[in-house]
């Protein structure tokens, strides 16, 4: 299969030149905007040392661009090994369904040059992937990014976990930017720059916030200083990720960071026929809170999308032996149900499993058991197969956590005897489980129908079913 082609690093040389090094090749972004109204919005961003640059960015509906914007600059030093730029451009008025074409530019020298899909209106076909649990630097994220590259998503959904192991800005260096951006070469053992025409929405992981105090380690909360998320989740408000450190720390942190935090942390947006709701599952977020749950509430029916998706780490329904216990994710459930929620995606355990359709309910919605687990009742739809049978009765909740990271119970695909009995599973509400390679999923949606298949890392198909609304 054909990949895109992506022009990248036109003279440069090891990406330094004209005056200062490149570090991390231009890549895109959502932008702050979450419905689509008249005109979609992106951002364009890259990072450099720090000697300054005359960049400008082109863009419009052919290679003949035809609008300039100059990028934001800020500093971005969390110690004195690590003295970077972080360059951001907004590109505005882009007709929703069109394909966009821009050049970064350094003088007369083009850095990088692609195209992307803008937002799509409520009547058109969309194409997305989900995978957590990507960056750790080895050769399995690479491979994974090549074979997404063959797909061709519009866009990246990223349950957490985006870069191992503590979410640190030398981690993004290492194991992130090379894998997706800064690829030189594309193929199976490099990676492929995804990035450069396909827009990443990473939700946070626990590894995401692994390095949570700026005394200790300097250069934590990487997430925060390079993605650009919407930005209409909720600001003042306790469940925000906690920075520790000195104030000097926490000032430089929120200057560098700009309004990725706390946007970064809860969020949503609108594409096709999607809604698309992105949560901070984190041990600090107290999902009982009732403030936190009137502002999902209001998200999610504030939404006249036909399918509404929701996002987050840890999931609440999970079949393997790790991570059993963390099941606070569960207290959601009926709030998901009564906003009409169609399919929750999470990552956290490294493999691939989809529920069958299931309505749960806990047996005390305020609290968690001092073990970690929510004790209930749950309702399966047993004839939904995907197949013959296609509109479910209850939410499917898949967990896509194979994006790279060493996989979990690699025994027990296609052995349904390992996942379905006590202690861990409780009923047997898994109906598919791939453990053996690492996957993605890929999800075709239409107003009355989505698609969802599970490649490998070698893109071949694992799981398919559909989903389809009278």
């Known amino acids: 299969m054909r990949l895109p082609l992506i022009a990248v690093l036109i003279g440069l040389s090891g990406f330094a030149g004209f005056g200062q090094t490149i570090l991390v090749q231009p890549y895109l972004q959502p932008g702050g905007e979450s419905t689509l109204e008249l005109f979609d919005s992106k951002v364009v961003a890259w990072v450099t040392d720090q000697k300054p640059g005359e960049f400008v960015v082109e863009y419009g509906s052919s290679p003949a661009y035809g609008q300039k914007v100059a990028p934001d600059r800020r500093t971005l030093q969390p110690s004195a090994k690590q003295r970077y730029f972080t360059y951001s451009a907004v590109l505005t008025n882009l007709a929703p369904n069109s394909r966009v074409y821009y050049r970064v530019a350094l003088g007369k020298k083009t850095v ?16 997305f992937a989900v995978m957590g649990d990507m960056a750790d630097g080895k050769t399995n994220s690479r491979a994974i990014a090549w ?20 979410g640190r800005v030398s981690e993004y260096m290492a194991n992130f930017w090379p894998t997706y951006s800064n690829v030189r070469s594309p193929s199976v053992k490099n990676g492929f720059p995804l990035m450069a ?35 209409n989740g909720p600001t003042n408000n306790p469940w925000n990720t906690p920075v520790v450190g000195s104030a000097d720390q926490k000032a430089a942190f929120h200057k560098a960071a700009g309004p990725a935090y706390p946007g970064l942390c809860n969020y949503s947006f609108d594409n096709g026929a999607g809604h698309f709701l992105c949560l901070d599952a984190n041990r600090y977020v107290p999902v009982t809170d009732l403030d936190l749950q009137a502002w999902i509430r209001q998200d999610l029916m504030r939404s006249k999308a036909r399918w509404k998706m929701v996002f987050f780490h840890q999931p609440g329904f999970n079949s393997s032996k790790s991570h059993n216990s963390e099941q606070k994710m569960r207290l959601l459930s009926p709030l998901f149900e009564e906003c009409g929620v169609d399919v929750v995606f999470a990552g956290h355990v490294h493999n691939y499993q989809r529920s069958k359709p299931l309505r749960f309910t806990p047996d005390d919605p305020r609290r968690l058991s001092a073990s970690g687990l929510v004790h209930g009742t749950f309702r399966l739809d047993e004839e939904f197969d995907g197949i013959k049978r296609t509109r479910p009765d209850g939410i499917l909740y898949l967990v896509t956590g194979g994006g790279g990271a060493g996989l979990y119970d690699k025994d027990f695909t296609d052995k349904p005897q390992k996942w379905k009995n006590d202690p861990w599973a409780v009923v047997p509400f898994t109906a598919k489980f791939y453990s053996e390679r690492h996957s993605f999923t890929v999800v075709d949606m239409t107003p009355d129908k989505l698609s969802i298949r599970q490649l490998n890392d070698k893109g071949e198909q694992v799981d398919r079913i559909t989903v389809t609304k009278p």
């Open 112 to 127: 990088r040059e692609s195209s992307f899909a803008a937002r799509k209106t409520p009547d058109e076909t969309v194409k």
């Open 147 to 166: 074979e997404m590259a063959k797909v061709r998503p519009e866009f990246l959904m990223i349950p957490g976990d985006i870069v191992y192991s503590r």
């Open 197 to 231: 025409g396909t827009v990443f929405y990473p939700v946070l992981g626990n590894h995401d916030v692994g390095a949570t105090n700026l005394g200790g380690v300097a250069d934590g909360f990487g997430a925060f200083y390079f993605f650009h998320p919407p930005l």
